[in-house]
């Protein structure tokens, strides 16, 4: 205990410290007293929150892991996954087959065959068991990220190594081939699958991803209209103040078993589907050394950075 509590101090010195060094110069003592006392007690009562959800979290990993079963365990064995084989064959290959993986005009978004229709269906059905088996045992499901409130983390009940397998045998080969600006290799992931229905969400607003790469695969069911739009790759300085360029604005129609690929800051939506349900599979991949990169000026592969450069 005595060690946490040397930990907490060192971190509440080191936040005021942080904290204190942009304080205005001009303040009085007093004025800065009464700051800083509010600040750190905020600071505290979100660290307290932080903690709790880590807490529950860690509760929820482990009777899902000690109490779930699956229903098919073959699903949850990358090896067991009937990956298109026209995919694998043209993975193999010095240069990649553009009638299997296509690129999207040259927005830098490509599409491909991934996985037939009925195994889709079968990972369907397996969300679908895990959902209800939440429901009977009283779990409250965490959902996939602060915009999607329909869905499930894969990771959080026993896909992680797959994924990790999908991720290392498909999204890393392909983007070490179209994404020479990505520092490979992608060292993590968050996997999920998102839901839209009528009676659910049914669209995404315009966002970008936390991910170097992201994969998009439809898993059904059946839908009208929901489509992807993008809107130009940008960076952080740009995501929000740069309007995307005639060329950059296309739509991607979902089939099931099709993925598509882009980059993490690739600016996408989801358009309103206007009938039925539709899952998609998706996989943030993630690049520790990307992630670590120095991104403080607009980087090259930023689309208002390629304007510029243009007008230039």
Known sequence: MSNDNEHDDEEEQSFLQYVTSHLPIHWSDEQRDIYLQDVLLNWR????????????????LNTIKDNFRPQSPELYDFNQWP???????????DSLDSNIVKQIRT????????????????????????????????????RPNS?????????????EKCLTDLM???????????YKDITLPLDSHHG??????????????????????????CLGE???????????????????TSAPKKEEEFFFEHQIGTACLHLGNHRHRALPITSGRRLNLILWCRSSSFDNDDHDECPAWCGTHLKEAENN
């Open 107 to 142: 927005t830098g978004v490509y599409t491909f065959p991934l996985l037939p229709t009925a195994f889709c269906q079968r990972l369907v059905n397996e969300l679908a068991y895990f959902e209800q088996w939440c429901v009977d045992n009283g779990l409250k499901l965490y």
């Open 168 to 178: 290392t045998n498909i999204v890393q080969p392909l983007t070490q081939l179209f």
């Open 222 to 240: 059946e839908f009208t209209d929901g489509e992807l739009y993008f809107g130009g790759v940008r960076c952080s300085s740009h995501v929000t």
């Open 192 to 217: 999920f699958v998102v839901e839209y229905a009528m009676d659910k969400d049914r669209k995404l607003d315009f966002h970008v991803d936390d991910s170097a790469v992201t994969l998009n695969a």
């Open 45 to 60: 009562k979100h660290r307290e929150h932080s903690r709790e959800e880590a807490r529950l979290m860690e509760k929820y």
């Open 147 to 159: 915009m999607n409130k329909y869905g499930v983390i894969l990771d959080h009940f026993g896909f």
């Open 83 to 93: 990956i298109d084989e026209k995919l694998l064959a043209t993975l193999k290959q």
